[in-house]
């Protein structure tokens, strides 16, 4: 509500930014609900141009009820309506798209309940959400995990192989094929222990294919 003198002209100008305002806040929220936002340009910002409202009921405040019959437009309605009282109204012609899930969204609806993220922080697992904000920046990530894997070779001379037995010492690949297990149909213990080894210290295994 006004207090103070305020030209006739100045009130409507305020009143009228309200209820637009009013009304562009509950469509972006009617959109939400429906897995959509809002795009405007710059120009539509500055115009302040979101859609074409009209049928502006206005309603009781305390019961909802219509009161008298609909505007035709919010500049109709201006000289019965006063900021919080409640409105319907219908808008065509707003600019919007499918709205992009943020991480957090995409993890409650995965995980409602959040039975699982706190069994994470008991495990001390850091949730996403803790260090990486955006659905984005997962995918950046990703991404980053993917292309600074190693790609390059060297030679066997300068090759790292480890602590004793604990390296990436390879396996011929001949000692992985059916042939080279036991005549009981069991697997060949040393094979096996290279594997297992290699797996278990470092989650990899390197295998010469030159071999016949």
Not at 4 to 30: C, H, N, P, V, W
Not at 48 to 61: A, N, R
Request: with cysteine; aromatic share 6%; charged share 35%.
């Amino acid at each position: 509500k006004f207090s103070g003198q305020m030209t006739d002209e100045i009130r409507k100008s305020f009143t009228l930014y309200a209820m637009d305002l009013t009304a562009k806040e509950a469509t972006r929220a009617a959109l939400k609900q429906n897995g959509l936002e809002m795009v405007l340009s710059e120009d539509e910002e500055e115009e302040d141009f979101w859609g074409d409202v009209d049928s502006v009921q206005l309603l009781e405040e305390y019961t909802n009820r219509p009161i008298g019959e609909p505007f035709k437009s919010m500049e109709d309605a201006l000289d019965e309506w006063t900021p919080g009282q409640p409105f319907n109204f219908v808008v065509r012609q707003v600019p919007a798209k499918i709205r992009q899930l943020s991480l957090e969204e995409l993890l409650d609806s995965m995980d409602p309940d959040g039975k699982l993220r706190e069994q994470a922080k008991e495990s001390n697992i850091a949730l996403p959400t803790e260090e990486i904000m955006t659905l984005k920046q997962l995918a950046a990530d990703c991404s980053r995990r993917t292309e600074s894997s190693p790609r390059g070779a060297k030679e066997d001379d300068f090759a790292f192989t480890g602590l004793d037995k604990r390296g990436y010492t390879p396996i011929s690949r001949s000692e992985l094929l059916r042939d080279n297990m036991n005549e009981d149909g069991t697997e060949n213990r040393k094979a096996l222990m290279h594997v297992m080894d290699a797996l278990a210290t470092h989650g990899a295994l390197v295998v010469d294919l030159t071999d016949e």
